[in-house]
């Protein structure tokens, strides 16, 4: 597998890696059996860099990650923010959730919050180190009104021990895991950041980070992983879009797509998982397959050919932001 640097780091990741979202039951029925199957699969693969999070079936993701990684070579990240605290939700559905751990979470992104949450994602895990720690959630998208209280710890408090974690060599990098610009944006103002874990706003379908963060983040120094690159599913066909259902102008403009890439006989899915990569900013690109299946297909669609034609006939048709890269 290819591999790019992280930001400044002397790290450096696989371009194709495993998001482990459905590896907690987020959005999918997946038992752990399977997951661990999921996972002994990507690595039969050569895939090498795995990335989790507390959020992902409550601490069920982090889990299976650690007992299939532990023992071998691998790239982690994981994410901090949420606290997990004994007792289940009511309705794990609410939440987007099949078959949760019994935990709920409590949100705290203060200095005792993230060193909290780091050595906690460690005692699921049964690993004894995290590669990449990212910030997760923060941003009006998962708080509204709430996210100013919130950024006030990271800066005040929060970001202080992910540089601590940094400088003392416990984590290789560190950055946010998250669904929109405006926070990232906001983070470069209050320090140093290596990797933006950015889901769903640089695709195929959307390109909204070209005009401000990315020339942000390429005076920074922060390079970025594209999360979501099929935006929830409606870029595979599915009804889904920033994790619920798709409006119709979203629609319209996959079914768009849809129709160039049927025309060129291009897989759209392997156009979307290829697109971000063109952008010189990204490092790696982190699809959450559902099964060993879906993981196999990932990787067909990764390695297929697509004709220069198809990425020229979407500028066209005036289908990619003005400026965006596409592969070569």
């Given at each position: 597998?290819?591999?790019?640097?992280?930001?400044?780091?002397?790290?450096?990741?696989?371009?194709?890696?495993?998001?482990?979202?459905?590896?907690?039951?987020?959005?999918?029925?997946?038992?752990?059996?399977?997951?661990?199957?999921?996972?002994?699969?990507?690595?039969?693969?050569?895939?090498?860099?795995?990335?989790?999070?507390?959020?992902?079936?409550?601490?069920?993701?982090?889990?299976?990650?650690?007992?299939?990684?532990?023992?071998?070579?691998?790239?982690?990240?994981?994410?901090?923010?949420?606290?997990?605290?004994?007792?289940?939700?009511?309705?794990?559905?609410?939440?987007?959730?099949?078959?949760?751990?019994?935990?709920?979470?409590?949100?705290?992104?203060?200095?005792?919050?993230?060193?909290?949450?780091?050595?906690?994602?460690?005692?699921?895990?049964?690993?004894?180190?995290?590669?990449?720690?990212?910030?997760?959630?923060i941003g009006k998208m998962t708080h509204g009104d709430a996210n100013g209280a919130h950024f006030r710890d990271l800066e005040t408090g929060g970001y202080r021990a992910l540089d601590e974690l940094r400088a003392s060599g416990q984590v290789k990098a560190i950055g946010l895991g998250v669904n929109e610009n405006a926070v990232c944006e906001a983070a470069l103002g209050i320090g140093q950041?290596?990797?933006?874990?950015?889901?769903?706003?640089?695709?195929?379908?959307?390109?909204?980070?070209?005009?401000?963060?990315?020339?942000?983040?390429?005076?920074?120094?922060?390079?970025?992983?594209?999360?979501?690159?099929?935006?929830?599913?409606?870029?595979?066909?599915?009804?889904?879009?920033?994790?619920?259902?798709?409006?119709?102008?979203?629609?319209?403009?996959?079914?768009?797509?849809?129709?160039?890439?049927?025309?060129?006989?291009?897989?759209?899915?392997?156009?979307?998982?290829?697109?971000?990569?063109?952008?010189?900013?990204?490092?790696?690109?982190?699809?959450?397959?559902?099964?060993?299946?879906?993981?196999?297909?990932?990787?067909?669609?990764?390695?297929?050919?697509?004709?220069?034609?198809?990425?020229?006939?979407?500028?066209?048709?005036?289908?990619?932001?003005?400026?965006?890269?596409?592969?070569?």
């Open positions: 597998m290819k591999q790019r640097r992280v930001g400044k780091t002397g790290l450096s990741i696989d371009v194709l890696g495993l998001g482990g979202a459905p590896l907690g039951g987020n959005f999918v029925d997946l038992d752990n059996r399977e997951a661990a199957e999921l996972i002994s699969a990507a690595r039969k693969a050569g895939m090498s860099y795995f990335d989790t999070a507390p959020w992902y079936g409550f601490g069920r993701s982090e889990r299976v990650m650690g007992d299939m990684l532990r023992g071998s070579e691998y790239i982690l990240s994981d994410k901090v923010g949420r606290l997990l605290k004994p007792g289940a939700v009511p309705n794990p559905g609410d939440f987007g959730m099949i078959d949760p751990l019994p935990f709920n979470v409590v949100y705290d992104y203060s200095y005792d919050g993230i060193m909290r949450a780091y050595e906690d994602n460690l005692q699921r895990l049964g690993l004894e180190r995290i590669d990449i720690l990212l910030v997760h959630d950041w290596d990797v933006f874990l950015l889901a769903g706003r640089y695709t195929l379908l959307e390109q909204t980070p070209l005009e401000t963060l990315f020339p942000a983040c390429a005076k920074a120094g922060t390079t970025v992983i594209c999360g979501g690159p099929f935006n929830s599913g409606i870029l595979v066909g599915r009804e889904m879009w920033n994790y619920a259902k798709a409006p119709e102008d979203v629609v319209a403009k996959a079914r768009a797509l849809g129709d160039v890439a049927a025309a060129h006989d291009v897989p759209l899915a392997a156009a979307a998982l290829q697109f971000p990569l063109a952008h010189e900013i990204m490092t790696s690109v982190i699809p959450g397959p559902r099964n060993a299946g879906e993981l196999a297909q990932i990787l067909d669609w990764f390695e297929a050919p697509i004709p220069a034609e198809f990425w020229a006939d979407l500028q066209n048709k005036g289908l990619l932001a003005e400026g965006a890269p596409v592969p070569e």
